[in-house]
């Protein structure tokens, strides 16, 4: 694997899967194969699961780590390629990245939507000049439009709580939010779960919040929650802004928040989120604090995801 920005970086989805899940049982096995290599994690945004998850993966394979927070202790960097840096940008990513490249074994770094100018943020502009510019490996702690490493850890995390035998109904389901929140965590999901192709797919959400066709081609998309729920094996949570009228929000009807009545709609579902949560907005505490919440067990595997890609990463050059 030459870098980790989307599924299409994978060739195979079910053995990174099963790789992640070895990790899980035995953290320390490949615990040389990145020593002496360094690993850099840029943050041009806030973040607690992906920051610690990775290097604590970058740590289990013998890599030494180094967090950089962009946004607060770095330069503030411009994309725009031509751009006359005569406003608040103090360095080009066309310099800084080659810089970090030479620091660096590989580059791990999240980005964020502006979601101000949808061609923009589509184009992740941000990630890809670090790709073309840094001249190592580039993983995505998260884009403009996409979640790789969240999306891997969900679908280890179904895997572990499929019930045998049974082909399982995932729903991906909107809930409200006070913020306007990016699309990346429900396109990307959307996307895994069709590249992997083992489930019943529905995603719901209210009228004008489709998500882009590019990541939901292949999923069942209903304005129904209720019959969406309907005998689901699994319910992740999540808003995200609307995509047409790019960045908004339309509505914020508490009615969309996942209940435990809800739940009895479906087949003893579980329920997952990416976490952060807004308690009581997004989610009730009544499902976060009961037994149908995977939402511990879910970050907690972001750790064997990351593991996985950062392996695969490492492997061509032993
Ligand atoms: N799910 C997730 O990416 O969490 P953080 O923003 O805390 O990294």
Known sequence: MQNFLSV?????????????????AHPLKDQTLGVGKRIGLLFL?????????????????????????????????????????????????????PVLGQYFDILCIRTFPSLKNRDDDYSELYIKQFVKHAGVPVVSLESATLHPLQSLTDLITIRENVKAGRKPKIVLTWAPHVKPLPQCVANSFSQWVNAWGGADFVITHPEDYELSEEFT???????????????????????????NDYG???SNDPDWMLTEEKLQLT????????????????LSDEILDGPSSLVTQEAGNRVWAAQAVLSEILKPSL
């Open 45 to 97: 945004n806030p973040s607690l699961r992906t920051r610690l998850s990775t290097q604590v993966a970058a740590k289990n394979l013998g890599m030494e780590p180094l967090v950089f927070n962009v946004d607060k202790e770095g330069w503030a960097l411009e994309f725009e390629e031509g751009a006359i840096m005569s406003g608040s940008t103090v360095e080009h990513v066309k310099d800084a990245a």
């Open 217 to 243: 081609r292949g999923a069942t998309i209903t304005h129904d929650q209720d019959a969406a729920l309907k005998d689901a094996d699994f319910v992740y949570v999540k808003n995200w802004s609307t995509f």
């Open 8 to 24: 299409h970086d994978v060739p195979d989805i079910q053995g990174l899967m099963e790789k992640a899940l070895k990790y899980k």
């Open 267 to 282: 087949n003893n579902a579980k329920v997952m989120h990416c976490l952060p949560v807004r308690r009581n907005v997004e």
């Open 248 to 250: 908004k929000i339309y």
